[in-house]
């Protein structure tokens, strides 16, 4: 190798290290110059991890500045994941072992804290690994102690002092009021994709019912933020304090509700019920609402059976979650089914709100309805007067489809519109329902052009109350009742032998039908709906949208952040048969009216009132004996009207025996 050769190898060596080493020059000018506040921010973020705080839900209070629901402290047993992961594996199992243990002394068999449960819950993705999981709550200060005491046998374990929903009236307003929840991944789902100031976590709760849940986003307090930095081992090394936000307390809501009226309501719906038990009545469940006509704000509304809010907070187990839902519970608590595969009813639903989802036939308080949609289609006036011999005869024979009577087949003469509602008379509404089916040709009229009147009050949809689950209630209209039967013909042909002309018979609208609604029993509705209709006349004509809510404030400030202002549904005009009705209403709680006998002795002078009585027939059990009636009643204050009250109690009996008293003792 000549000397000129190695001197061309040196230099193509030298060449490609000061090309390698250039490379790697640019490399590193590229990270530590145009990279390093991104590269910064990406090492930043995996040295730290942020941990949501929880913060205190605002309260809910009456009309009068009354706290109906609050927060209190409740004390909590709580593990440490973060050091619970640092213990030897051999003792970790031995801590799950003493802790279970210990919670379990002085409880029942059924509700003994095991290893498994808090193995699973040390293990469930819904809590964060960097706060305390919470294993057991409200335990006792004498417990507090032993775990403080003991802190050497229960390293990781904490006892931590943290707010709790309180419901200080216990079962008061609960159905108005509602209860909180763990979040379900459906919710959990829904409120992460939209975000907002107000995040949620996997073990947060929410808003399940009631006002709890319509007005959730402002009872939510906003969540604090604590930041810490983790190790590569996801440890904890320090909370980084500079970027801590404190929990704020969710807003206050006021009701429009009145406790003390509230209070009376559901004392006289409980108290009537019980007091109608015996016999055929069962008696078991019912609703009442109590409305201010001059807006649609709720004064009282109640529901029976109920339950306390205070039960469901922190979960309940499956078989007192079965009881509430009115279930049979099993062995295991989740409901027994029948061989339908439905759960089977052991009693009724503690958790319905019956004032406002309860569909129940109206009956005779279906008349102001009916009353209104006939003057209004023109097939009566307010004096026009007939014969009421105690039936009304739609075709030769005496089948109940062909001859209908007044209830016990009582006769009131000549009556005309202010006196058929006096002394309900079914037999002047059955003639409405006749003329508005068989009559609708010669006068010009739509086939449902009752119910299109009906409707003007408000029956058939839902009222737009600011609380969940509310039921529309149900206006049949001939086009309906095809809809349904040929719904039932496609579920179930062999129902009809297989023959598409018997359904479309089964669906036929007859005139017995018609009949039926006009005196409230081919209708369903709700009591707030009831009071609402009433509550439209009582005022001289406005359809009010009911609110339970008057106004949203800042956390104990009386700084108004959202007022529910009254909202009209629609006008309606009672034109010149108002004074009528007014009278025929009035005449209800006088003697000789259906609730005279209830309201005997009482202060017409300083109070005068207007009602009317509802008995609804129920139909047949299984065995195909009758069911015991409803009993219905609505009133309200004639001078300058400042309620209207609607009372339903299932299985009570007349109108008269049970709902009326209800309303006579609110």
């Given at each position: 190798m000549n000397p000129d050769t190695s001197r061309h190898r040196l230099g193509l060596l030298a060449i490609t290290a000061i090309s390698l080493f250039g490379a790697l020059f640019a490399r590193l000018w590229f990270l530590q110059g145009v990279e390093a506040s991104t590269l910064e921010a990406k090492v930043t973020s995996n040295a730290t991890r942020t941990v949501i705080t929880p913060a205190p839900r605002g309260r809910i209070l009456d009309r009068n500045g009354v706290v109906l629901v609050q927060n209190r402290e409740s004390l909590v047993v709580a593990v440490d994941l973060q050091a619970y992961k640092r213990l030897d594996t051999d003792e970790q199992p031995k801590l799950l072992e003493r802790l279970a243990a210990t919670l379990s002394r002085g409880r029942e068999p059924a509700d003994a804290v095991t290893t498994k449960f808090l193995h699973d819950r040390l293990n469930d993705a819904r809590f964060s690994p960097y706060r305390p999981i919470p294993v057991a709550e409200d335990i006792t200060v004498d417990q507090e102690i032993y775990f403080r005491e003991q802190a050497a046998r229960f390293p990781a374990v904490l006892v931590e002092h943290?707010?709790?929903?309180?419901?200080?009236?216990?079962?008061?307003?609960?159905?108005?009021?509602?209860?909180?929840?763990?979040?379900?991944?459906?919710?959990?789902?829904?409120?992460?994709?939209?975000?907002?100031?107000?995040?949620?976590?996997?073990?947060?709760?929410?808003?399940?019912?009631?006002?709890?849940?319509?007005?959730?986003?402002?009872?939510?307090?906003?969540?604090?933020?604590?930041?810490?930095?983790?190790?590569?081992?996801?440890?904890?090394?320090?909370?980084?304090?500079?970027?801590?936000?404190?929990?704020?307390?969710?807003?206050?809501?006021?009701?429009?509700?009145?406790?003390?009226?509230?209070?009376?309501?559901?004392?006289?719906?409980?108290?009537?019920?019980?007091?109608?038990?015996?016999?055929?009545?069962?008696?078991?469940?019912?609703?009442?609402?109590?409305?201010?006509?001059?807006?649609?704000?709720?004064?009282?509304?109640?529901?029976?059976?109920?339950?306390?809010?205070?039960?469901?907070?922190?979960?309940?187990?499956?078989?007192?979650?079965?009881?509430?839902?009115?279930?049979?519970?099993?062995?295991?608590?989740?409901?027994?089914?029948?061989?339908?595969g439905d759960p089977v009813v052991?009693?009724?639903?503690?958790?319905?709100?019956?004032?406002?989802?309860?569909?129940?036939?109206?009956?005779?308080?279906?008349?102001?309805?009916?009353?209104?949609?006939?003057?209004?289609?023109?097939?009566?006036?307010?004096?026009?007067?007939?014969?009421?011999?105690?039936?009304?005869?739609?075709?030769?024979?005496?089948?109940?489809?062909?001859?209908?009577?007044?209830?016990?087949?009582?006769?009131?003469?000549?009556?005309?519109?202010?006196?058929?509602?006096?002394?309900?008379?079914?037999?002047?509404?059955?003639?409405?329902?006749?003329?508005?089916?068989?009559?609708?040709?010669?006068?010009?009229?739509?086939?449902?052009?009752?119910?299109?009147?009906?409707?003007?009050?408000?029956?058939?949809?839902?009222?737009?109350?600011?609380?969940?689950?509310?039921?529309?209630?149900?206006?049949?209209?001939?086009?309906?009742?095809?809809?349904?039967?040929?719904?039932?013909?496609d579920q179930n042909p062999a129902a009809y032998d297989n023959d598409p002309a018997k359904a479309e018979e089964a669906g036929r609208w007859r005139t017995g039908f018609e009949a039926d609604l006009a005196i409230g029993q081919k209708v369903t509705a709700t009591p707030l709906q009831t009071a609402n209709a009433y509550a439209s006349l009582a005022n001289g004509g406005t359809l009010w949208t009911p609110h339970v809510v008057d106004r949203v404030t800042k956390a104990n400030s009386p700084t108004v952040i959202q007022d529910i202002a009254p909202k009209a549904i629609r006008q309606i005009d009672w034109g010149d048969a108002q004074a009528s009705l007014i009278a025929g209403f009035a005449g209800v709680v006088q003697p000789g009216g259906t609730a005279g006998s209830t309201f005997a002795g009482f202060p017409f002078a300083s109070m005068p009132l207007a009602g009317k009585t509802g008995t609804a027939q129920t139909g047949e059990d299984a065995q195909g004996n009758e069911k015991p009636d409803n009993s219905l009643f609505v009133a309200w204050n004639l001078a300058n009207p400042e309620w209207v009250a609607s009372a339903m109690l299932e299985g009570a009996g007349a109108g008269a025996q049970a709902a009326a008293p209800a309303i006579r003792m609110i």
């Amino acid at each position: 190798m000549n000397p000129d050769t190695s001197r061309h190898r040196l230099g193509l060596l030298a060449i490609t290290a000061i090309s390698l080493f250039g490379a790697l020059f640019a490399r590193l000018w590229f990270l530590q110059g145009v990279e390093a506040s991104t590269l910064e921010a990406k090492v930043t973020s995996n040295a730290t991890r942020t941990v949501i705080t929880p913060a205190p839900r605002g309260r809910i209070l009456d009309r009068n500045g009354v706290v109906l629901v609050q927060n209190r402290e409740s004390l909590v047993v709580a593990v440490d994941l973060q050091a619970y992961k640092r213990l030897d594996t051999d003792e970790q199992p031995k801590l799950l072992e003493r802790l279970a243990a210990t919670l379990s002394r002085g409880r029942e068999p059924a509700d003994a804290v095991t290893t498994k449960f808090l193995h699973d819950r040390l293990n469930d993705a819904r809590f964060s690994p960097y706060r305390p999981i919470p294993v057991a709550e409200d335990i006792t200060v004498d417990q507090e102690i032993y775990f403080r005491e003991q802190a050497a046998r229960f390293p990781a374990v904490l006892v931590e002092h943290q707010t709790v929903r309180d419901y200080p009236y216990k079962s008061l307003a609960a159905h108005v009021l509602g209860y909180v929840g763990a979040l379900s991944e459906e919710e959990y789902a829904k409120h992460r994709a939209d975000g907002g100031a107000k995040p949620y976590e996997r073990s947060d709760e929410i808003g399940k019912s009631g006002v709890e849940r319509s007005y959730e986003p402002f009872l939510r307090g906003t969540p604090g933020r604590r930041v810490y930095e983790v190790d590569r081992s996801n440890r904890v090394v320090r909370e980084i304090t500079s970027e801590r936000v404190e929990p704020k307390q969710g807003d206050d809501v006021y009701l429009n509700l009145d406790l003390k009226v509230q209070y009376e309501a559901e004392r006289a719906l409980r108290g009537r019920l019980l007091a109608a038990q015996g016999g055929r009545n069962t008696a078991e469940a019912g609703g009442v609402v109590v409305l201010d006509p001059r807006d649609g704000s709720v004064r009282a509304m109640a529901s029976y059976p109920t339950y306390d809010p205070s039960d469901l907070v922190g979960g309940i187990g499956q078989a007192q979650w079965s009881d509430l839902q009115g279930y049979e519970p099993g062995p295991d608590g989740t409901p027994v089914l029948d061989e339908d595969g439905d759960p089977v009813v052991a009693g009724p639903s503690k958790l319905l709100n019956r004032a406002t989802a309860g569909g129940y036939p109206p009956a005779s308080t279906f008349k102001l309805a009916t009353a209104y949609a006939a003057l209004k289609t023109g097939i009566i006036t307010p004096q026009d007067t007939i014969a009421d011999p105690g039936y009304y005869r739609f075709c030769d024979g005496d089948s109940g489809g062909c001859l209908k009577t007044n209830a016990g087949g009582a006769a009131h003469g000549s009556v005309n519109l202010q006196t058929a509602l006096t002394v309900s008379s079914d037999v002047y509404f059955y003639r409405i329902g006749d003329i508005a089916w068989e009559g609708r040709s010669a006068r010009g009229l739509s086939d449902d052009a009752l119910q299109e009147r009906i409707r003007d009050l408000g029956y058939g949809a839902k009222t737009g109350i600011d609380l969940p689950a509310e039921a529309p209630g149900l206006v049949p209209t001939p086009a309906s009742e095809a809809e349904i039967a040929q719904a039932l013909y496609d579920q179930n042909p062999a129902a009809y032998d297989n023959d598409p002309a018997k359904a479309e018979e089964a669906g036929r609208w007859r005139t017995g039908f018609e009949a039926d609604l006009a005196i409230g029993q081919k209708v369903t509705a709700t009591p707030l709906q009831t009071a609402n209709a009433y509550a439209s006349l009582a005022n001289g004509g406005t359809l009010w949208t009911p609110h339970v809510v008057d106004r949203v404030t800042k956390a104990n400030s009386p700084t108004v952040i959202q007022d529910i202002a009254p909202k009209a549904i629609r006008q309606i005009d009672w034109g010149d048969a108002q004074a009528s009705l007014i009278a025929g209403f009035a005449g209800v709680v006088q003697p000789g009216g259906t609730a005279g006998s209830t309201f005997a002795g009482f202060p017409f002078a300083s109070m005068p009132l207007a009602g009317k009585t509802g008995t609804a027939q129920t139909g047949e059990d299984a065995q195909g004996n009758e069911k015991p009636d409803n009993s219905l009643f609505v009133a309200w204050n004639l001078a300058n009207p400042e309620w209207v009250a609607s009372a339903m109690l299932e299985g009570a009996g007349a109108g008269a025996q049970a709902a009326a008293p209800a309303i006579r003792m609110i």
